[in-house]
């Protein structure tokens, strides 16, 4: 049975009464009818199926974990209870987070565990919540087993599996440092106001604003020879600052991804084969909104897309990909 589908609430409701152990993806107001049961479920209504991607909100998306794990948990954690998180998690296995964006919780995991060298010791993956875009609402979590909705917690599913399986965390993305000027900035935040730019103290935006950056290309660092993404957010340009949708680090040098000229075509090329090993999956907003996400251009993987996605750190326009192995 395929483990990531999109589901109707009542089909969910039946799966959950039946004991299964599920991650659910929904908008926020159907989250909130699901009965209790063994799941974790974050608000995300964009998905990617077999006709593409699309604004759903009416179906629900889960990854039915049942078959494929040993044993469980479930637990939510405060923003201060988040290295307790980690001492939670099982020897064999991997950890499912969900976290709702703009929150103490997502900054606190993203500033202070993504530098606490334990968080590599298991696999640990997930995503942002959040809402459809544009609109007012709070992104949310639910912890099934109690029902319980958080705006301000993150919600875990400490997953633990045969002696003879492990986990592995892959992702997916198509961008790469550019040749330009190296950016560093004053302080960890998701928030600034200036920067280095080859050494050089600005103002960012105005740096962003007098060389005509397109801010739909993130900023990209070398973390320890790993290319990650963050994504510019928000330019506010009455209080001359520029909000990011991960943190960026004072240690980190960035510079500006390269331009592509066919980001789905470099998608594709990117993209490995979706083998039987394959668990979970999930994507990016910004590569739905910026790639042709209305297409069906990832080759048989399913999932929701995100607000943030979760390999260890807090990435951006990035794919996410765990797939469970035999020794």
Sequence with gaps: MNKNQLISQKTCAEWIEQGRTLVVAADGPILKTLPKGNWIGGSIPYFMTEEGGALNREQVFVTDLTTEIQDFSIQAYGAQELEQMLDDRPENGFSYLLMPAFQEVQANYALQISQNPKLFDVPTLGWVTGIVWGEAAQPLVVNGQDGAVYTDQLVALHAQLAAEQYAELSIVNIY???????????????????????????????????????????????????????????????????????????????????????????????????????LVAYNCIANFMQLGGEENYTKGYHYPFTFGEIAYLVLNQTMVILDVKTE
Excluded: W
């Design 176 to 278: 790469e440092q550019n040749d330009g000027p190296n950016i560093q900035f004053l302080e960890d935040g998701y928030q600034v106001e200036d920067c280095l730019i080859d050494g050089e103290k600005q103002n960012f935006l105005s740096y962003l604003q007098e060389h005509q950056i397109d801010m739909e290309y993130p900023l990209v660092g070398d973390f320890g020879g790993a290319q990650l993404n963050t994504s510019i957010y928000q330019a506010e340009e009455a209080a001359t600052t520029v909000s990011f949708a991960a943190p960026v680090f004072q240690s980190q040098t960035y510079r500006f991804a390269k331009t592509i000229e066919n980001r789905q075509a470099a998608f594709k090329a990117k993209l490995p084969p979706k083998t039987e090993t394959t």
